[in-house]
């Protein structure tokens, strides 16, 4: 596999596991990088932000997978489907 980018500080890592850690660990509990999973995930860090690397990294190969790229910027009110 190649290296993947975080799809919020642009960082590459080298497994998708890798990338839910840092994910999860770099600026939590309000930080860009929780706040940009609690979209894409469409649940609050409580439920998600303890021993879920794995369940996280399958969803973000799931979606890389099938898109090859990250939704575009995640922002505060927008769903991955734009609404």
Known sequence: ???????VCAKNFNS??????HMVL?????????QWLEQFLCKPF?????????????ALRNYWVKHR????ALAPGITQSGQ
């Open 1 to 7: 596999m190649n290296e993947v980018m975080c799809p």
């Open 16 to 21: 998708f596991l890798n990338l839910a850690k």
């Open 26 to 34: 770099k600026d939590r509990p309000i930080g860009e990088h929780i």
């Open 46 to 58: 409580t439920e998600f932000g303890w021993g879920s690397d794995k369940k996280i990294a399958i």
């Open 69 to 72: 790229g990250w939704p575009i």
